[in-house]
């Protein structure tokens, strides 16, 4: 069985949906060229160094840092490993712990996670759920990693005060490199506030390469260390991140599945009013990576000004769905709302587990149909009849089929979606790599904060 996941455009074509809604051949004709000179831009500005995010995968000596550190710390018996970062700094480790670890894992024993602790990213600064993590996370028992490329950003620095605060009463100062690690700027290219923390207590220190944005580093430390640290398959990650690069090495549209995927949205949205993107995974374990992708699609290509430096207001909007579970929530929307979506449907093939229906409640002939087949064909049924109903209401869909979820599939569908991105931002001619929005508001935040002077 391959291992390689599946784009098909089919079902966002104008002979599917109508050209009112869907992209015509000529449409695809004629954005090729452009697809291909943008290549070019971005395979020379790779080969400049000035995105690094096409080559984590490639760094052996990262990821034997990061590994070695690991199986350091594990020996050590932590019940517990805190993420305390957010953004592009957490939302990668949710979706890789999500799609690549058992359901409910923080529920299963030590022994049943393989002796790996359990895993509590935090990603917000909600005082009562913050408290009750530092209850259940006693620091005698956790590790906790900070991650900030910049080491100034007020949550996760607020976080990280409250964790030091709370290690140092409890354990002492000394104690401090045996329950933190920093993940953050390289020393020397760029400062961060997060190095004289290091300093002053001689702590484990991870460094994001200065050209990865925060967004775009799921495969540097920032979400390699907690990986390592829950005991995920690593090599495999790296060889699903070497597969599908390979794969959108060619400039070619029609052969090269991120570029497809960016053109058919940049079409959809510019051309055929999708001005929102819906990303529904029928799998609960890649429903993280929709929330992982909405924020690679809103922080990258909403953009006020153009690379020309024109305002153009750039972007689609975002939406993470379920399928099925909301099937039963967003569907009528979807089919009968206004018809400015389009959706990317992500499939699973086969499942790791089977669930057999039994033969019960034999008295209720109502219910024949379900006895006897399995959850894993309901699912299917389910994905196929949300398709043809949003074709029959002249919905485009964008399908993406993953043979199974493991490692190699998880790295491929999220190294595409960083291409496709980088791809998208080309297409719409805007800077896919800053956040000045963000920024300012970090901005602002800091200065609310800071005591007024008389
Ligand atoms: O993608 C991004 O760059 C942002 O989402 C950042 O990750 C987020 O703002 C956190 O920034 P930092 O890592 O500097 O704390």
Same mark, same amino acid.
């Given at each position: 069985m391959t291992l390689d996941i599946k784009v098909d455009i089919s079902r966002c074509k104008s002979v599917a949906v109508g050209a009112e809604h869907g992209i015509a051949p000529a449409e695809l004709r004629e954005i090729a060229p452009r697809v291909e000179a943008a290549h070019e831009i971005l395979a020379q500005e790779r080969r400049d160094g000035d995105y690094g995010f096409y080559d984590l995968y490639k760094a052996a000596d990262v990821f034997d840092d990061v590994e070695n550190a690991a199986d350091a710390f594990l020996a050590k018996g932590y019940d517990n490993l805190v993420i305390l970062g957010i953004g592009g700094s957490a939302l990668g480790t949710t979706a890789l712990v999500t799609a690549l670890k058992p359901?409910?894992?923080?529920? %299963?024993?030590?022994?049943?996670? /393989?002796?790996?602790?359990?895993?509590?990213? @935090? +990603?917000?600064i909600d005082p009562v759920s913050f408290r009750q993590m530092m209850r259940v996370c006693q620091p005698k028992k956790t590790l906790y990693n900070v991650i900030s490329k910049s080491g100034s950003t007020a949550e996760t620095v607020t976080q990280l005060l409250i964790v030091v605060g709370a290690i140092e009463k409890k354990l002492g100062k000394d104690a401090v490199k045996d329950h933190l690690v920093v993940t953050t700027n390289p020393r020397g290219e760029a400062k961060s506030?997060?190095?004289?923390?290091?300093?002053?207590?001689?702590?484990?220190?991870?460094?994001?390469?200065?050209?990865?944005?925060?967004?775009?580093?799921?495969?540097?430390?920032?979400?390699?260390?907690?990986?390592?640290? %829950?005991?995920?398959?690593?090599? /495999?990650?790296?060889?699903?991140?070497?597969? @599908? +690069?390979?794969?959108?090495?060619?400039?070619?549209?029609?052969?090269?599945?991120?570029?497809?995927?960016?053109?058919?949205?940049?079409?959809?949205?510019?051309?055929?009013?999708?001005?929102?993107?819906?990303?529904?995974?029928?799998?609960?374990?890649?429903?993280?990576a929709a929330d992982w992708y909405r924020q690679l699609w809103a922080e990258s290509l909403g953009k006020r000004v153009s690379l020309d430096g024109e305002e153009v207001y750039a972007g689609q909007t975002p939406i993470k769905a379920l399928g099925v579970t909301d099937q039963h929530s967003q569907v009528q929307l979807y089919r009968e709302g206004p018809n400015n979506k389009l959706f990317n449907i992500i499939e699973v093939r086969r499942f790791e587990k089977t669930l057999r229906i039994p033969q019960a409640l034999e008295s209720i002939p109502e219910f024949d149909y379900l006895r006897g087949a399995s959850m894993n064909k309901l699912m299917a049924a389910e994905v196929r009849a949300t398709m043809d109903a949003l074709k029959e209401s002249v919905r485009p869909v964008s399908r993406v089929v993953l043979p199974r979820v493991n490692a190699h599939t998880v790295a491929q569908l999220l190294y595409m979606l960083e291409v496709e991105t980088a791809m998208a931002g080309r297409l719409y001619n805007v800077q896919t790599f800053n956040q000045p929005g963000v920024e300012e508001g970090k901005r602002i935040a800091r200065a609310l904060m800071a005591p007024k002077s008389e």
């Open positions: 359901p409910f894992y923080n529920t %299963l024993t030590k022994r049943s996670r /393989g002796g790996h602790p359990r895993i509590f990213v @935090m +990603d917000n506030l997060l190095h004289p923390v290091t300093d002053h207590y001689g702590l484990t220190e991870f460094a994001v390469p200065l050209n990865v944005g925060g967004r775009f580093s799921v495969f540097s430390p920032v979400g390699m260390f907690p990986a390592a640290m %829950l005991g995920m398959d690593i090599e /495999g990650m790296r060889a699903g991140c070497e597969a @599908m +690069d390979r794969r959108c090495s060619t400039p070619s549209l029609m052969e090269n599945p991120a570029y497809l995927r960016a053109a058919v949205q940049y079409l959809a949205d510019t051309r055929k009013g999708k001005v929102m993107s819906v990303m529904m995974p029928y799998s609960d374990a890649l429903r993280d």
